[in-house]
């Protein structure tokens, strides 16, 4: 008997540790239903029932409010969904993944999917979520998705870059940097593959030099490097305006 209550207290603090109060409470509710309880067990299972029930209800209170707020954000306009991004990012997000999941599969604008991506990355969500990406229906692991710059494709870009301007260009290399970190971004929940790192940085560099109107300058820039162009990566960035 003495073990039997040994693990079932280490269950319950591990349960409450993982924020599962749901299940713990079940748990609780059950073995303080029991005719008999030692009495040095009876005061820990009272606490945690008590404490238990308090996050519950709290849960409860708090989730009522912030499903209704930011499911109405999130159909609302692109200002107001940048705004649900950001309450979603300070709260437990395992509490809205059916909104989250709702948002991401009607067509997602591309940033905001990509930023509600990143927010369940960086809480680790191990749920198996569903949504629309390029009008293919996918689903992916948040947890086991590779941070955009970590990926090995990113890697080889980030490094060209540095090779072509961090000498001859400081300035012009933080704007290919900061572009291509939000191309990585866009394509989340996929990452950028090792044989694509070259293409996707000439890319960069060309979107770069378009934006700042210097594009003439690119074939000069090939050719100084000693670079055959390489056509093979389409930016979202371009496809999406942005």
Known sequence: MEYYYEDILKQLHKLMAEHKEQ??????????SMPY???DVEPELIRLYNE????LRAQ?????????????LLNGNLEEQFMAVEQLKKSNIRNHLEII????CKEPHVLVSSYLIDAMMEQKIADEIHMT???MDISFLPCYIEAPMRSKGAIIAV??????????DPTFLKMCIESLIQECYLHLPFNIDEDEGIALALSIVLYVKAASGTQASFDAF?????????YGFALLLNKHGI
């Open 23 to 32: 299940e713990a409470f079940a748990i609780l509710e059950q073995e303080l």
């Open 37 to 39: 309880i030692p009495k």
């Open 52 to 55: 238990c029930r308090s996050e």
């Open 60 to 72: 409860k209170k708090q989730r009522s409010y912030d499903e209704e707020d930011i499911e109405a």
């Open 101 to 104: 999941e709702a948002y991401l």
């Open 133 to 135: 990406y390029q009008n």
């Open 159 to 168: 490094n060209a870059l540095c090779e072509w301007f961090e000498d001859e």
């Open 222 to 230: 090939l050719q100084e490097k000693g670079i055959q162009q390489d």
